[in-house]
């Protein structure tokens, strides 16, 4: 077998073992594991869901072998790592970078990724008319891509991002899942898929992010350019009656949010309806204390949704 393979079959003994692992944020994550007892792990969860260090015997040897064979285990000496996390979502289990989430082409998972899934399934659930071409603009995991098509049986879903390695994981978790109509793609944008579609979900980076890591920072000097972009895709791809549903986020300036100024100038003309709404008005407060959001007075996470009516 490849190591794909190997990791396919990893993720299915975890989920056959019970293991379940909700995903917090790197700050969380990071006061938790300074715990004195969490120092080693010593289960499943600490192994895969909170990348703790692990000797040996604290995991069953099929596991091991399991990470051997797909070459995810780390060894040094009697201190091990994973250099995968799993996280549980809608009854799945999804493959992902390890924590901390410092490498050029690290996959996040976190509560953004719940946060964009149930706003993208909310979306099919309350749609007039079924789902039968969506794209996942961004994938990572393919979270949102899996969710979808588990809510339009029978559609094309494309799962695109630049990032080899999120593609990767991605036919992981699609064949973890089963969900076969999810078709990952290498694309900038949509720069290589043809075609419109009913449905545009995307969860692009929008941190202003010194550091220009590709999972996290946004681009321009306000970290939105990223959902911009994917905005002006979306006026051009949609088909009628067709929805973007956008989770991004925002720094508020003296009460201002930038995005969604910026988001109405780019929609203006478009012809697409749009609603604009605060999912959480308050998060990533530890970002406050960097220069990059001392401008800012909280760092809010919204849900931008445009349609293109049935007919124009």
Do not use: Q
Request: hydrophobic share 40%; aromatic share 8%; proline share 6%.
């Amino acid at each position: 077998m490849t190591m794909p393979e190997h990791l396919i079959s990893l993720g299915a003994a975890l989920k056959a073992a019970g293991y379940a692992f909700t995903t917090v944020t790197p700050a969380t994550h990071e006061r938790v594991n300074r715990r004195p007892e969490n120092a080693r792990a010593t289960d499943l969860r600490g192994v895969f869901g909170w990348s703790r260090p692990f000797g040996p015997g604290v995991l069953p040897d099929e596991i091991v072998d399991l990470m051997d064979a797909a070459g995810v285990l780390d060894r040094d000496g009697d201190e091990w790592r994973s250099r995968v996390r799993f996280s549980s979502y809608d009854g799945e289990l999804f493959v992902h970078s390890p924590y901390p989430t410092t490498d050029a082409d690290a996959v996040f998972f976190g509560p953004d990724t719940y946060r964009m899934a149930d706003a993208a399934a909310a979306h099919v659930r309350t749609r007039r008319r079924p789902v039968r071409r969506a794209v996942d603009i961004g994938t990572g995991t393919g979270a949102g891509a899996i969710t979808v098509a588990k809510r339009a049986p029978g559609a094309e879903v494309f799962a695109v991002d630049i990032n080899d390695a999120a593609l990767n994981f991605t036919r992981v978790n699609i064949a973890l899942s089963d969900m076969r109509g999810v078709r990952p793609c290498h694309s900038n944008l949509l720069k290589d898929v043809d075609g419109s579609f009913d449905l545009i979900i995307s969860n692009p980076p929008f941190m202003i992010d010194p550091a220009g890591r590709a999972y996290r920072d946004g681009g321009g000097t306000s970290g939105h350019e990223l959902s911009l972009s994917i905005i002006d895709v979306a006026a051009e791809r949609l088909d009628p009656g067709g929805s973007l549903v956008l989770f991004s986020g925002a720094g508020i300036v003296d009460g201002v949010d930038p995005l969604r100024t910026a988001a109405a100038e780019r929609l203006a003309g478009t012809g697409l309806n749009w609603s604009y709404r605060e999912v959480d008005p308050d998060v990533y407060d530890e970002e406050l204390d960097g220069d990059a959001y001392r401008h800012a007075e909280r760092i809010a996470v919204v849900v931008l949704t445009a349609t293109r009516p049935e007919w124009e």
